[in-house]
Structure formats: structure tokens, C-alpha cells
């Protein structure tokens, strides 16, 4: 995943870019659990630099279980490009891997770095306005695009260490159950503080656009709560309040047993449970609850 790209794969890059450039720089991007990311900067002919991402699809089961993820993620960045929504520029892909030695993207940098407990009133109404304008996306141009899906797991067992079975069994019976059909609108499907970047309290990027699909919008701010409220629930409950503020929508509690179910075998063999794991077990218990559990 860190390793350096082949040469041949570089010289792709660079000829999209700049036919007549040079490499200056390449480096190993942090995060990327699904592809290989580095940052390339090219000097030009004319004497500017360009600094680029290549994001290589190196891993075999991610391709096996989605052969046309190159071509689906270009799709969603074109589809994007239009929106005030900080989004990198598709400048080139690759989705057979005959040039990169893997199905590979090439997209414009995007300045800036994710944050997590950082993150003020004034941050969580960024994020509330971008998943607006994303929501906001015609279904007209959307035609073919993959549905919102849940996140199977291993096995469907209340954790060991619960002492309220009867409420995983229910919430299992909701998240196997039908997704909504209304409200569906484009989603990112992983919209969390990781793939979102700032720079001086301002968001400049919202990137890795691989699992984009259509679905409940509530989703895209159920798999965010899920993500925060591994530190701050507070945190994820203000969220909420700010979307259905910037939306004018209600927020579907269905989202939370999406999201929080869709991370079950990870927590479900733990021996004793955190405090931010419990945490996830109450909103669970409240979601259920006002689902009519």
C-alpha cells in the first residue's frame, strides 16, 4: 500500500498532467484502508508545480468485490464537479490498471487536514451545508448508480458483553429489514471526520468517493454520528441538530441502527465493553425506541 508506484505508473500520471514534466516529489499518503495513495508533484515546462493524488486500487478483494470501482469512483468526482463542495478534480483513470499496474485515479490535491475532537459549532455547520448541496444533486443525473446497501457482517449475535440482548436482536430484525424508500438522494456512504479535510477552520476537501451511491440522506449523517461518537456523543448529536437545521429534513433514527449494526463484528466479541462502545449501545437503545422497538 506505502510502497512506491512503478515507474510506468508515474509516467501515466506525469503525461496527464504536464506531457513534458518532471517528478520533483512522491510520497506516501496517511490513511487509505481501501487504496494506495501518493502525492506526486510535478514541476512543468513553464516553471509551476502541480501536485497531484494517484490512488492506486492495489488490493485484490477490493477489486474482486467491485471491478468497476475505478470507473464508478471517476463517474461520482464528474458527476461532483459542478458543486461548491470541495471535491478533487478528476484528471485522469485507469480503470483496467493497464497503465498504473492497478485501476487507478488521478485527482487534483486538495490542501488541508482531517479533524476529530477538534471541531466547533462552526465546522459541523460546513459539513452540514455539504451534505446539503450533495443531497441536493438532481436523481435525473443519477441514473444507473448503485443503491445504498447495508454492511453485512460476520455474524448477527448480541455482544458478549450486553446485558440488553432482546434490544441487538430487534435492531438486528430493523437493519435486515427494508431500506427506506423515501427521501433517497445521492449519499457519500462515508462521510466522517477522516475524509473530510480543513485549513484554518475552513473545509477544502471532502475526498475518497468510492462508496457514493443513492439512499436515504439520513444515512450519510448516521454513518458520521457513528464515527464521532466513538469520542464525543454530544458531538454527534449537535451535528444532527445542525443538518436537520441546514436541511429542513428529519433526521431517520433508522441511520443509527445502519451504522452502528454495520460495525458489529468489531465490537460484538469484546470481552467488556468502553465506555464509547456503551455509549453506541444507549444511542442504539434510543433509535430502536423511537422506531417503535
Known amino acids: 500500500m506505502r510502497a512506491r508506484p512503478p515507474e510506468w505508473a508515474v509516467r501515466w500520471v506525469v503525461e496527464a498532467v504536464a506531457a513534458d514534466g518532471e517528478v520533483s516529489d512522491i510520497a506516501a499518503m496517511p490513511g487509505g484502508s481501501t487504496a494506495a495513495m501518493h502525492r506526486i508533484t510535478i514541476n512543468r515546462p513553464n516553471g509551476t508545480t502541480r501536485t497531484v493524488v494517484l490512488r492506486r486500487y492495489v488490493l485484490a478483494h477490493i477489486v474482486d468485490e467491485s471491478p468497476d470501482v475505478v470507473t464508478h469512483e471517476a463517474h461520482a468526482l464528474e458527476l461532483l464537479a459542478p ?52 443531497h441536493a444533486v438532481p436523481r435525473t443525473a443519477c441514473d444507473g448508480m448503485r443503491s445504498c446497501r447495508p454492511y453485512d457482517q460476520v455474524a448477527y449475535e448480541p455482544p458478549r458483553w450486553t446485558s440488553t440482548p432482546a434490544l441487538w436482536e430487534r435492531a438486528f430484525e430493523i437493519f435486515q429489514g ?17 475524509n473530510l479535510l480543513w485549513r484554518r477552520g475552513r473545509l477544502t476537501g471532502v475526498v475518497d468517493w468510492q462508496a457514493v451511491c443513492v439512499g436515504p440522506a439520513s444515512i450519510d449523517v448516521g454513518h458520521c454520528r457513528l464515527n464521532m461518537s466513538y469520542y464525543d456523543a454530544g458531538q454527534a448529536d449537535r451535528l444532527r441538530a445542525a443538518w436537520e437545521r441546514a436541511s429542513g429534513r428529519i433526521y431517520d433514527p433508522w441511520a443509527d441502527v445502519m451504522s452502528i449494526i454495520g460495525v458489529l463484528d468489531s465490537i460484538r466479541t469484546q470481552r467488556s465493553a468502553s465506555a464509547a462502545v456503551l455509549e453506541l449501545e444507549r444511542s442504539l437503545g434510543r433509535a430502536v425506541a423511537a422506531l417503535g422497538g
Open 83 to 134: 458543486l461548491a463542495v470541495p471535491t478533487p478534480e478528476l484528471l485522469a483513470h485507469d480503470p483496467t490498471g493497464e497503465h498504473a499496474d492497478a485501476p487507478a485515479l488521478v485527482m487534483s490535491f486538495l490542501e488541508g487536514r482531517p479533524a476529530w475532537e477538534t471541531l466547533g459549532d462552526r465546522q459541523l455547520q460546513a459539513m452540514a451545508e455539504a451534505l446539503v448541496e450533495l
Open 178 to 194: 427494508p431500506i427506506p424508500a423515501d427521501d433517497l438522494v445521492v449519499v457519500h456512504r462515508d462521510f466522517h471526520p477522516g
